[in-house]
Nanobody, 127 residues
Framework: QVQLEESGGGSVQAGGSLTLSCEGS??????????VAWFRQAPGKEREGVAG???????TYAEFVKDRFAISKDNTKQIVYLQMNNLKPEDTAMYYC???????????????????WGQGTQVTVSP
């Protein structure tokens, strides 16, 4: 059973930055074998994919965060980061990380692929 714990959320003004962390633990396999993604869900809205990183280091981003957010993975520390710059009020949401161990490494934000989910960390961006 993989456990994921998010941290780094908080309240910032528009234009500010935050770095979210997703730390994995208790996995049976090497952390490097997992693909990880960040999702978010705002009140009254559906969950949406934000960014994903494959076990091969490939990345994928939602159009609305391209050039503002960056996902990275430190297999030694077993942490996936989401660097968020130029935050906008519409980025306000609960952010979740998720992981799975794929047969073929690839970056994806398809929630149906992910077996393990964290509890989330709140990001609030004020105008």
């Amino acid at each position: 059973q993989v456990q994921l714990e998010e941290s780094g959320g908080g309240s910032v003004q528009a234009g500010g930055s935050l770095t979210l962390s997703c730390e994995g633990s208790r996995q049976r396999y090497k952390y490097s074998e997992f693909s990880v993604a960040w999702f978010r869900q705002a009140p009254g809205k559906e969950r949406e994919g934000v960014a994903g990183i494959g076990c091969d280091g490939s990345t994928t981003y939602a159009e609305f965060v391209k050039d503002r957010f960056a996902i990275s993975k430190d297999n030694t520390k077993q942490i996936v980061y989401l660097q968020m710059n130029n935050l906008k009020p519409e980025d306000t949401a609960m952010y979740y990380c998720a992981a799975y161990r794929p047969l073929v490494c690839r970056a994806t934000m398809d929630p149906g692929e992910f077996r393990y989910w964290g509890q989330g960390t709140q990001v609030t961006v004020s105008p």
